[in-house]
């Protein structure tokens, strides 16, 4: 059995915040994940378990491999519908941040949430939230925030009458955040909340497919290109790397999800720890999109927060550089000299 995640009194305050607003507003952050859309369309179907009818609202687009889920017809893009969002915003009386723990992470939206009067309840699993919220719940040992949606919607009692609408996008989120069930999931709840989802008749076996099986020719044409010509391998620190200039991405018809996954594959590199993917944007000259793996105790997050502009989970994370690809580059081996004695130990 599940133990609580919440205090009786921070759990009637959740309800009592629900219950007492009408315009309810499900947010995640910019390019959202599996994770983010999961955990958003996730707790929109807690929000109508609980009689309420929640929108949801993410501030650009997400992969096509996850726009098979359940409800996702019914997601507000921000950068496609501003004007009517910001109204939306503005007037709302609850605000569901989900799976950010930041505004800044929630992009062009973040004036418009910042502003807002509406009360904010925040779900998330990464370190050091900044959010000032009415109600905080932050789980950074959680696997994922879709887990966390999940041991609300038990704690609240809500599980018995949910569906597969429900079920569907927290399993989708809990797998794609752990890569398949691969990292940060050793805790055996994590496997008892597995088996409850699965008595709602979903299709673990196709959610999979659906996600890692859903990509077109140039996509797996880019990955083999990545392996081929791109992958640095710094043999005697465990590391390697890749950099994604446009014209890379121009080549293979690159559309948004495409890399998704590209870094966790020089993993299977016999001892690497770390492993990181440089990509330039498609628009803004001088941005590079900085992702990093690693396993075991190495911390990813570490290196990310400390020459990346990110931060995240031990063997997961993100960042950012406002530079060219080649001196993205120069910081990456920078970054593979300073924790030499880690990525060596």
């Known amino acids: 059995m599940l133990e609580n995640i919440l205090s009786e009194q921070a759990c009637e305050q959740l309800r009592t915040l629900v219950h007492q607003a009408e315009t309810i507003i499900c947010v995640c952050h910019r390019s959202p994940d599996g994770d983010a859309i999961g955990a958003c369309l996730g ?13 949801v609202i993410i501030p650009d687009q997400y992969p096509d491999f996850l726009q ?41 939206m973040t004036a418009a949430l910042e502003s807002s009067p509406a009360n904010k309840v925040l779900i998330d699993h990464h370190l050091d939230p ?5 109600l905080a719940i932050s789980r950074p040992n959680a696997s994922s925030t879709c887990e966390l949606v999940f041991r609300l919607a038990w704690q609240l009692g809500l599980f018995p009458q949910a569906g597969k609408h429900f079920a569907v996008p927290v399993y989708c989120g809990m797998m794609t955040d752990t890569g398949g069930f691969t990292f940060n999931s050793n805790d055996p709840d994590i496997f008892f909340i ?5 008595t709602k008749q979903i299709n673990k076996d196709k959610i999979y497919r659906n996600v890692y099986h859903n990509y077109s020719e140039n996509r797996i044409r880019l990955m ?14 465990h ?13 293979f018809q690159f559309i948004k999800g495409d890399a998704e996954g590209l870094v966790n594959i020089p993993q299977q590199i016999r001892g690497l720890k770390l492993s990181v993917s440089l990509r330039e944007d498609t628009e803004k000259d001088n941005l ?21 502009n990110g931060g995240g989970h031990l063997n997961a994370s993100g960042g950012r550089l406002e530079c060219s690809l080649d001196e993205a580059v120069k910081i990456t081996k920078e970054a593979f000299e ?8």
């Not at 409800?71 to 109204?87: A, L, S, V």
């Not at 597995?194 to 699965?198: D, H, K």
């Not at 300073?338 to 130990?345: C, M, N, P």
């Open 43 to 55: 707790f929109a179907e807690v929000l109508r378990m609980m009689g309420k009818e929640p929108q």
């Open 194 to 198: 597995i088996g409850q989802l699965l």
């Open 239 to 251: 590391a390697a790397y890749f950099t994604l200039s446009r014209s890379d991405l121009k080549r």
């Open 338 to 345: 300073a924790f030499e004695d880690q990525l060596k130990g």
């Open 68 to 108: 098979w889920m359940p409800n996702t017809e019914k997601i507000i893009r921000y950068d496609k519908h501003k004007e009517g969002c910001d109204w939306t915003i503005q007037h709302a009386d609850l605000i569901v941040c989900l799976d950010f723990n930041s505004m800044s992470r929630t992009g062009d």
């Open 288 to 308: 590079i999109w900085v992702s990093l793996r690693s396993v075991d105790d190495f911390p990813c997050n570490e290196v990310a927060a400390r020459f990346f």
């Open 224 to 237: 083999g290109y990545v392996l081929y010509e791109k992958l640095v391998y710094d043999a005697p620190r």
């Open 130 to 134: 900044d959010v000032k919220a009415t």
